[in-house]
């Protein structure tokens, strides 16, 4: 017990005196995190309180393991999954410091959580199996190293979602941390547990310095550590205790980052059609501001739901395996309302924009087949008639109400060519454009107006007009046009 006891008050002391200087050489090299439209504080402050949390554990996981007597003469007595979370754990840190320092792209980020958690797998940690109640066990064979990559990813992803509150994303790593340690505790893993508990000692300690109105931040070096350690750690643990509840039981501790990141990226890439490495201010902490919360108030609360959903996880410790199957669903559909409560989960407006993009990507597709089709006649055009005569044919396949083409000469003639369907379209739902007709040389000018339906969607109609565009820019019409082409209309005849 006592190293125990060592592993987390040693790591919180150590984190209680690391963290001002830390702070303060945040504030000399500037590293300090102002406010912003989609940010909830109002000061400027330091950013890379991670640095504290990752030096206050480090410094105690050596001390500790010796204490427990794990570490005999050397390091020789680490087995290659732990090992490999220590050294994965430490280059996702360093990746987030560098993007506190220098600001990486999401895609980098990304690029270096998955190939840190292909360091986990290839270790021999891998999530290989999911129990499947009083139904079996389903063998993952190969699909466990993607299974895994993504489990990791996913938890790191979500704990840096969720750090937008004062204390809200270390809290909830405390918790995790915790219930980590249990469970290796449990299925004997003292490694990881003397690890974990270090984690949440150092947490604690960085907490007195983060909780509202924080004096401190703990940037992407912590959040992405603290992810990384936490997914890292769970899949750890189940590999040597062999049971699929050593990765639900955390799952459930840090079911809220995870049911905010799934939020985010629906949020995201379905109802705003952003990209999802992209920041906003939608994540469930910003609702409960919104619903008229105080900030330490939706911190609270959040760790209310934390604590149910964990305390009812915790079941699954004792019971069979089909009953800790219901009651890890049963978590996640408590989270899942709490979620739509707070209007985070928004099912019919995501299920109207998926059915609106489908319909509108079946339309663009349509319209790019016809500017491609038309594109060929459009190159081989060897006259004016030829040219107008394609540019009809597109204009009828991309359903536009008219277009014109208006040629002017120098001594002030002009005429005019129009297309227009038997069922022209009520000048109040047009969207019209005049664009010029590129390469007019010599002595003529030419400007090319297209009306365009609009049905509701602009961004049909403007799809419609860049194809046009690109079918002008495209055409070399001096050789073309003729000073005496005679003014015409052409109607479609089809209704």
Same mark, same amino acid.
């Given at each position: 017990?006592?190293?125990?006891?060592?592993?987390?008050?040693? &790591?919180?002391?150590?984190?209680?005196?690391?963290?001002?200087? !830390?702070?303060?050489?945040?504030?000399?090299?500037?590293?300090?995190?102002?406010?912003?439209?989609?940010?909830?504080?109002?000061?400027?402050?330091?950013?890379?309180?991670?640095?504290?949390?990752?030096?206050?554990?480090?410094?105690?996981?050596?001390?500790?393991?010796?204490?427990?007597?794990?570490?005999?003469?050397?390091?020789?007595?680490?087995?290659?999954?732990?090992?490999?979370?220590?050294?994965?754990?430490?280059?996702?840190?360093?990746?987030?410091?560098?993007?506190?320092?220098?600001?990486?792209?999401?895609?980098?980020?990304?690029?270096?959580?998955?190939?840190?958690? =292909? !360091?986990? @797998?290839?270790?021999?940690?891998?999530? +290989?199996?999911?129990?499947?109640?009083?139904?079996?066990?389903?063998?993952?064979?190969?699909?466990?190293?993607?299974?895994?990559?993504? %489990?990791?990813?996913?938890?790191?992803?979500?704990?840096?979602?969720?750090?937008?509150?004062?204390?809200?994303?270390?809290?909830?790593?405390?918790?995790?941390?915790? /219930?980590?340690?249990?469970?290796?505790?449990?299925?004997?893993?003292?490694?990881?547990?003397?690890?974990?508990?270090?984690?949440?000692?150092?947490? @604690?300690?960085?907490?007195?310095? #983060?909780?509202?109105?924080?004096?401190?931040?703990?940037?992407? @070096?912590? &959040?992405?550590? =603290?992810?990384?350690?936490?997914?890292?750690?769970?899949?750890?643990?189940?590999?040597?205790?062999?049971?699929?509840?050593?990765?639900?039981?955390?799952?459930?501790?840090?079911?809220?980052?995870?049911?905010?990141?799934? @939020?985010?990226?629906?949020?995201?890439?379905?109802?705003?059609? $952003?990209?999802?490495?992209?920041?906003?201010?939608?994540?469930?902490?910003?609702?409960?501001?919104?619903?008229?919360?105080?900030?330490?108030?939706? /911190?609270?609360?959040?760790?209310?739901?934390?604590?149910?959903?964990?305390?009812?996880?915790?079941?699954?410790?004792?019971?069979?395996? %089909?009953?800790?199957?219901?009651?890890?669903?049963?978590?996640?559909?408590?989270?899942?309302?709490?979620?739509?409560?707070?209007?985070? /989960?928004?099912?019919?407006?995501?299920?109207?924009?998926?059915?609106?993009?489908?319909?509108?990507?079946?339309?663009?597709?349509?319209?790019?087949?016809?500017?491609?089709?038309?594109?060929?006649?459009?190159? /081989?055009?060897?006259?004016?008639?030829?040219?107008?005569?394609?540019?009809?044919?597109?204009?009828?396949?991309?359903?536009?109400? %008219?277009?014109?083409?208006?040629?002017?000469?120098? #001594?002030? +003639?002009?005429?005019?060519?129009? %297309?227009?369907?038997?069922?022209?379209?009520?000048?109040?739902?047009?969207?019209?454009? $005049?664009?010029?007709?590129?390469?007019?040389?010599?002595?003529?000018?030419?400007?090319?107006?297209?009306?365009?339906?609009?049905?509701?969607?602009?961004?049909?109609?403007?799809?419609?007009?860049? =194809?046009?565009?690109?079918?002008? +820019?495209?055409?070399?019409?001096?050789?073309?046009?003729?000073?005496?082409?005679?003014?015409?209309?052409?109607?479609?005849?089809?209704?």
């Amino acid at each position: 017990m006592k190293p125990y006891l060592l592993s987390y008050f040693g &790591s919180l002391l150590a984190g209680l005196l690391i963290m001002p200087a !830390v702070i303060a050489l945040s504030r000399r090299l500037g590293l300090v995190d102002k406010p912003h439209a989609r940010k909830i504080h109002s000061r400027p402050t330091p950013r890379v309180g991670g640095i504290g949390i990752f030096l206050a554990a480090a410094c105690m996981v050596g001390p500790a393991l010796w204490a427990q007597g794990l570490l005999g003469n050397g390091f020789g007595h680490i087995d290659r999954p732990f090992a490999a979370l220590l050294a994965a754990s430490a280059a996702v840190f360093m990746v987030g410091l560098l993007d506190d320092v220098h600001s990486m792209s999401g895609q980098v980020k990304f690029l270096a959580l998955g190939l840190s958690a =292909l !360091v986990v @797998c290839a270790s021999g940690a891998r999530i +290989d199996s999911l129990s499947i109640g009083g139904l079996g066990v389903l063998d993952l064979g190969i699909w466990s190293w993607p299974v895994t990559v993504l %489990w990791i990813v996913g938890v790191t992803v979500g704990l840096n979602f969720i750090d937008g509150a004062d204390g809200l994303a270390g809290g909830i790593a405390a918790i995790a941390s915790v /219930v980590i340690a249990v469970i290796a505790v449990c299925f004997e893993q003292a490694f990881l547990a003397l690890t974990m508990l270090a984690l949440a000692g150092a947490l @604690c300690g960085f907490l007195f310095y #983060n909780f509202n109105p924080a004096k401190t931040f703990m940037g992407d @070096c912590g &959040s992405m550590f =603290l992810g990384f350690s936490l997914a890292a750690g769970a899949v750890v643990c189940a590999s040597g205790a062999g049971s699929i509840v050593a990765v639900a039981l955390p799952a459930v501790a840090l079911g809220v980052p995870i049911m905010d990141a799934a @939020c985010t990226m629906v949020r995201r890439g379905v109802l705003e059609r $952003r990209s999802i490495f992209k920041a906003e201010r939608g994540h469930i902490h910003h609702r409960l501001l919104d619903l008229g919360f105080k900030q330490k108030h939706a /911190v609270v609360i959040l760790y209310a739901v934390t604590l149910v959903a964990t305390s009812l996880g915790a079941f699954m410790l004792v019971t069979a395996a %089909w009953a800790s199957v219901a009651i890890f669903l049963c978590v996640f559909t408590l989270l899942f309302l709490v979620f739509q409560m707070v209007g985070s /989960v928004r099912l019919r407006e995501t299920a109207e924009a998926i059915r609106g993009q489908r319909a509108l990507r079946k339309e663009l597709t349509h319209y790019k087949d016809s500017f491609e089709e038309i594109q060929l006649h459009i190159r /081989v055009a060897r006259d004016f008639e030829q040219w107008w005569s394609a540019v009809c044919q597109a204009a009828a396949h991309m359903r536009l109400a %008219w277009i014109s083409v208006k040629l002017a000469g120098d #001594n002030g +003639d002009t005429h005019t060519s129009v %297309w227009r369907p038997a069922d022209a379209v009520g000048l109040s739902n047009l969207t019209i454009v $005049r664009l010029p007709v590129a390469a007019a040389q010599g002595p003529l000018s030419a400007e090319f107006e297209l009306a365009v339906p609009f049905d509701g969607t602009l961004e049909s109609a403007a799809h419609r007009i860049t =194809l046009f565009s690109r079918l002008l +820019d495209e055409t070399d019409l001096s050789g073309l046009l003729s000073p005496t082409e005679p003014a015409k209309e052409t109607i479609d005849p089809r209704p």
